[in-house]
């Protein structure tokens, strides 16, 4: 007999959670205004919301806690953590911040300006907050293969090159920088292949322009090219992220995400002009150059919990967790943005909910419908988050319409990924009687996810 697949830890401190009934779920959610980042997270039975900051540390990043530095000025948690920085990814300048969006804050405040154009992969919601906040303008040059749900391939997260090149054609005085999200978050936690990467530096080159990569899961990036590029099968993991930071310039990183840590961010470069820049607003928004917002502790257990994500085991079994619950859909049938990405399912909203109108966002319904069932919270990464056009302050239906469901690291297990497909299952069974979804009737003007206020129709 096969010795089955199992996790490369064990579990040595649990937290309990709690259920609840259909009656009280019902009631909380209309308290929430259906919305369910307005949840207490008391009232959700297993948490799918994000896997940002939501993990569980080792035990020696605990360990590393305690011998945190919390002296304001060269503490040497700090120096800890950019060691490690540089040595996973060859940039010598590390500027901290409290968080990635921060990170985005500090460096976009120096490099991008009004009516600026920031050609990417699918920028990510906080990304594209920070571009347009500042009236510059976000260009989606993802292949088009990402936009077909059911294709399989092996790196769906990859940037078109023909479309960049046209984009650096056009606008080449505009643009501060190409963006390249590893993986791409939006389009399904899909990789990014070195080829393409490699392409990218290549044509932006050429025009002169920098690469910075938005570095939140460059760790599962890196797995997926040791599994799937041909070239990569017998190098490291981190052989194969210093490889690919050769192609960027700088990155920002939400440590939250490939760190494993709780809270915490940080911008890298070999740019010393950009360094000389951020180094300037990283005082004036996040606090002294050798914290940014951070404390000493818990540089310490950034610079642990990279140096454990770059290990290929750790990651093997995080997305092994993901592509189980992706067999599970497929059994039952419910479609999702294929193959699994690194961090989440991305269910296909639209094609489980056939008969609700996209006036009355279909992912969000399901979001609702799913929460109702088990107490299971996801999130919609659909046509509410997509924001509106702002220029024609019109809703944008042309994107995806995914609920995510993304997996906390080393904090569940499969007996809960079980119970999340069965929940799915249930709806999917029932999905001809729910015809209806739900209308705004509050909303922030940007980034109006976390706190809209809807009414079911
Ligand atoms: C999470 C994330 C960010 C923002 O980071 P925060 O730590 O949440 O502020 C930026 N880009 C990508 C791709 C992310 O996943």
Redesign the pocket.
Known sequence: MNIPFAESWKIKMVEPITKSTRNEREKWLKEAHYNVFQLESKKVYIDLL?D??TGAMSDRQWAAMMLGDESYAGATSFFRMKETISTITGFKYVVPTH??????NVLFSCLVKEGDVVPGNSH????KGHIESRKAIAVDCTIAEARDTQLVIPFKGNMDIKMLEDCLMKNVDKIPFVLV??????CGGQPVSLKNLKEVYAVSKKYNIPVLF????FAENAYFIKTREKGYENKTIKEICLEMFQYADGM?M????DAQVN???FIATNLEDWYEQAKVKCIIYEGYITYGGLNGRDMNAIAVGLEENTEYENLETRIKQVAYLAQKLDEYGIPYQKPAGG?AIFVDAQKVLTRVPKEEFPAQTLTIELYLEAGIRGCEIGYILADRDPITRENRFGGMEFLRLAIPRRTYTNNHIDVVAAALKNLSDRSENITRGVKIVWEAPIMRHFTVKLERL
Do not use: L
């Open positions: 994000t940002s900051g968080q990635g969006r921060a990170a985005e990510f919601d906080t990304t999200t590893i993986t791409n978050n939006t938005d570095s939140a899961r920002t939400s440590a939250k995400k809270m915490g961010g961090h």
